[in-house]
């Protein structure tokens, strides 16, 4: 990786799907080594469509992506593959083998990873999300909340450089929730969420980006994003009730 | 959400019988159901002979007999076809508990019985004593890879489709619906629809999140326990003394 160069960029990415629908229309994006980045947006702004970009399932239309100076293109899949890893919201659509463990290990074996050297990596992937104990669980057996921190162990076997989280937080209750915030807040990757939980993105990221029809709009500090009123309401993103940025605690 | 383990026909333990391989166990049950079928029919005693040799099994696999008797219903169709049998077939009448009935049908119904028994509750044992995973290591190399990854997917998914035509039913009943009337049918032939085009949508959802974990076409293997001459000796008993009962069933007729 090139020493001070970001991580993440995505330069001027225009995206129409094939019948016709533009999602995207010239996002630019860079994140630093380490950041915590959240992508905030109304359904149907792109986000998803943007995440999906970040390792090529989607090849651009316009402009471009890299990651840690590698370009997103065909010839380097697998590696950026290995270097984005993307948890996807709905954990039964990422965990598909029969136990924990498998699917924990299918990612570092594609990568060409056997024997001990393998078995490593899907122990301390799981010790990470506090999971290790149910290595041998399938995964139907789990709780929603555990399923999802599964997932996310999944692409953390793959040694990624930067995580990218869809909708983290959906369908999780109070208690899960926090105990993902510990998670991720222990993990010391480069990560980017998407989300519309909006005390969420405050909790976890310093910084906030704001996408909408297709393009981004406001850039900055989460809690200056978030107390724009009027940037807010252009963009249908609302506060949930009760909730004031001015006076919630971030936790660091 | 239960904290069980395995599915729902698996019985936890430890024993010999768990701890086989399960290549071995699939092997030895489909030797044992092919003895079986191929017994003659009018020789029970050689039925008896295979029923004890499996009740040995069940009794080293320490899996309660009530809970296979329980799961036993699946053979609830074969048991009327077998009853109704000596009656509808026609030939020689024989007498039979007191009711005239056609002898051949007896036979076949009597025989369909003995073997339809035998072969579920071989099934079941080895349901009982093995994890579908291992199940499914068991097949790897066995089974062309596709069929294998389809098995992988269909055991996954089995308990999440379920689970969601359960709550689309729940939903329907909710609003007041019961299908009662055949006028009702094309109601459940929609909800059957939107099940399979969401299924559909899931298995490209999937098909995504394998990609994008660097799938390139063959799932990883699921490192089966390798089995040894010994399991193999071992888990050829069963079906031996099945096969022994089939020859010595011929050489008596």
Redesign the interface.
Known sequence: MRAGGPVLAVTDLAYAYPDGHQALYGVNLAIEQGERVAVLGPNGAGKTTLVLHLNGILEAGHGSVEVGGLPVAKPHLREIRRRVGLVFQDPDDQLFMPTVADDVAFGPANLGLVGEELNARVERALAQVGMAEYAKRPPHHLSFGQRRRVAVATVLAMDPEILVLDEPSSNLDPASRRELADIIRSLDITVLMVTHDLPYALELCPRAVVLSDGQIVADGATADVLCDDTLMRAHRLELPFGFDPRSAGTRS | ??????HRLHYHGHSALHRMPAECKLIALLIFVLAVVATPRTQYWAYGLDALALSVAVACSRVPVSYLAKRMVVETPFVVFAVLLPFIAVGERTQFLGVTVSADGLEAGLSLLAKATLGVAAGLLLAATTE??DL?AGLEGKLPQQLVQIM??M???L??TSDQLRRMRIARESRGFVATQPRHWPVLGHAAGALFVRSYE?GE??H?????????GS????TPARASTRDWSVAMLLPAAAAASALAAWWAQ
């Open positions: 959400m239960g904290a069980g383990h395995g579908p995973r499914l992988a997917m055991i996954r998914y308990d999440v899931r959802r999937v995504l999140a394998m990609l994008s974990r660097g799938y390139s799932l990883p293997g699921l």
